[in-house]
């Protein structure tokens, strides 16, 4: 099927919800196995507070894995796996699912699909994780990644032992709307995020398939969508660091009484340039890109993969109108 196009080809019906559910699901399980590790990384770098100091080196990820291996024991970064692993298959549903709800919605007549449209269907899926499901879930992750302690220590007990632990922690602590801190900076960077993410993946499959006729009305090959997924999923974390920078440090701590969330915001975000300067903005990018890049490659390549394969099978349920 054309990459900018909702209708399908040969009367075939598109991907239902729960082929969505198991694809997405499954890409997603993987995506965090994989890539995990560089968004610990990632976290640990976005929570220092550490000015630099004349003539002193920047203090970069691999810097910052070894230390977390060398004082915590490796399997330090894979803290917070749990809750990532507990949202990633509402997320990855939620974010398909609703991306060809909304991708048909902005269709013309014809069924096709402008970049524009793409954009938007993009941005209002990424918008609809968000608050579904990824605030949350990035909260209590980040409450787990931000602290330091040894998991080889039995003596060293942390404040958050686990990702349910941590959920009723925040909840009995702060309350409920302690896991929607930061629901508008997640939104933003969600939505911009599957946005560029959606508009550059269509694009360069478009491009693909218009290069190569045999595959205009069939998927890609792999290692095809392994590269051009690799490519669009590195553009959203370079358009949107700040915001995720100013999120990471908003959700690591609580709110103080009487604080309201734009109040917050701004004194992070004043904070950190007089503190640390404007580069303190786009502390973690590196690890960020290694971690969501790669993770985008997997998950669209996988997902691509499982949903053939469900659409294939006998246990295919149908599903709408028109297919991705």
């Known amino acids: 099927m054309s990459a900018k196009s909702v209708k399908s080809s040969g009367g075939k019906k598109p991907a239902s919800v729960a082929t969505n559910l198991i694809a997405g699901g499954g890409a997603g399980m993987m995506e965090a196995l994989v890539c995990h590790p560089l968004d610990t990384i990632k976290v640990r770098m976005q929570l220092s507070r550490r000015a630099r100091a004349p003539g002193v080196k920047r203090r970069g990820f691999l810097t910052t894995g070894k230390d977390i291996i060398k004082k915590e024991t490796p399997l330090a970064l894979y803290k917070g796996l749990g809750a990532v692993l507990t949202g990633i298959v509402p997320k990855m549903a939620i974010r398909f699912s609703s991306y060809e709800f909304y991708k048909q919605l902005l269709a013309d007549s014809d069924g096709k699909v402008t970049s524009k449209a793409t954009f938007l269907a993009g941005l209002s899926a990424g918008v609809t994780e968000a608050v579904a499901v990824v605030t949350p879930m990035e909260v209590v992750k980040i409450r787990l990644q931000g602290q330091y302690h040894s998991m080889s220590d039995p003596l060293d007990v942390p404040k958050y032992r686990s990702a349910p632990h941590t959920f009723f922690t925040v909840v009995r602590e702060e309350g409920v709307g302690a896991l929607y801190r930061g629901v508008s900076l997640t939104a933003l960077r969600q939505g911009t995020n599957q946005a560029v993410n959606f508009t550059a993946y269509t694009q360069f499959k478009q491009w693909l398939q218009d290069w190569q006729p045999r595959y205009h009305d069939k998927e890609l090959p792999s290692y095809q969508t392994l590269v051009?997924?690799?490519?669009?999923?590195?553009?959203?974390?370079?358009?949107?660091?700040?915001?995720?920078?100013?999120?990471?440090?908003?959700?690591?701590?609580?709110?103080?009484?009487?604080?309201?969330?734009?109040?917050?915001?701004?004194?992070?975000?004043?904070?950190?340039?007089?503190?640390?300067?404007?580069?303190?903005?786009?502390?973690?990018?590196?690890?960020?890109?290694?971690?969501?890049?790669?993770?985008?490659?997997?998950?669209?390549?996988?997902?691509?993969?499982?949903?053939?394969?469900?659409?294939?099978?006998?246990?295919?349920?149908a599903g709408g109108k028109f297919e991705e």
């Open 228 to 317: 051009i997924g690799l490519v669009s999923g590195a553009m959203g974390p370079l358009s949107n660091a700040p915001i995720d920078t100013i999120k990471t440090r908003l959700q690591k701590t609580p709110a103080q009484p009487g604080e309201t969330a734009i109040s917050r915001i701004v004194n992070i975000t004043s904070a950190m340039f007089k503190q640390e300067g404007i580069p303190a903005l786009y502390k973690g990018i590196t690890p960020r890109v290694m971690r969501v890049a790669p993770g985008q490659a997997v998950t669209f390549t996988v997902y691509e993969f499982l949903k053939e394969k469900l659409e294939n099978s006998r246990l295919s349920i």
